[in-house]
């Protein structure tokens, strides 16, 4: 039973504008949230990270929102760019550090 | 680059025949973690390890076994491989609450 889950296998933007990829989770244990960026060939990078003591983390042109009492996250990149072009999953450990992952979002940016 | 290799590269191997993927890391890290990814499943952790000779099982370690005599290397066998073991394997380490990972292998159980 899948425990994190990406509804949308793929997501279409245009270059410079917004991508909003979404994640949802149903375990009430989990308390960090992660998302990697993944591109083929290559491992997971990590892109960015979310304690669940806060509701929002920003780091450059991405932003992670957090709303525990609808168990949801988002990642929001702004502006888009060519170079986003990739499989972004979702991640979420309770305290055992154990990541769970959902089944990942291909993003492609359109010039 | 958090120092992690993964050898091998890529494996083609035939069903029955032992496998063994080794993780290596240079920065002492304690926790590893060994995972697979498979189309619409993410990736699923296999086994994880929180120190030398320390091992524990995780979602999907069925077929698979670990072990870890060296901080630097965690060693992932399939003792027995068979073609629902055709994946690609992912090598973790933890720094704090965040896992980075290797550049994985690519086995194919024919």
């Known amino acids: 039973d899948q425990q994190v889950k990406q509804n949308s296998p793929s997501l279409s933007v245009q270059e410079g504008r917004i991508s909003i990829l979404n994640c949802d989770y149903t375990n009430s244990m989990f308390d960090y949230f992660l998302w990697y960026k993944k591109y083929p060939a290559e491992g997971p990078t990590f892109l960015i990270s979310?304690?669940?003591?806060?509701d929002k983390n920003e780091d450059g042109r991405f932003t992670v929102f957090l709303n525990k009492s609808a168990k949801h996250l988002s990642l929001h990149i702004v502006p888009s760019q060519p170079g986003d072009s990739a499989v972004y999953f979702c991640?979420?450990?309770?305290?055992?550090?154990?990541?769970?992952f959902g089944a990942g979002t291909t993003v492609t940016v359109r010039a | 680059d958090a120092g992690i290799t993964q050898s091998p590269r890529h494996k083609v191997t035939e069903t029955g025949t032992p496998v063994t993927l080794r993780c290596h890391q240079t920065?002492?890290?304690?926790?590893m973690y060994w995972y697979r990814q498979d189309p619409g499943h993410g990736l699923r952790l296999i086994h994880y390890?929180?120190?030398?000779?320390?091992?524990d099982k995780g979602e999907v370690s069925d077929g698979y076994s670990v072990s870890r005599s060296k901080t630097e290397d965690f060693l992932l066998t399939l003792e027995s491989a068979t073609s629902s073991q055709t994946s690609v394997y992912f090598c973790a380490i933890r720094i704090g609450e965040t896992q980075y990972f290797g550049p994985g292998t690519r086995l194919l159980v024919l």
């Open positions: 390890s929180y120190g030398v000779k320390d091992t």
């Open positions: 991640a979420a450990s309770a305290n055992d550090y154990k990541l769970s």
């Open positions: 979310i304690s669940s003591i806060k």
């Open positions: 920065e002492n890290h304690r926790y």
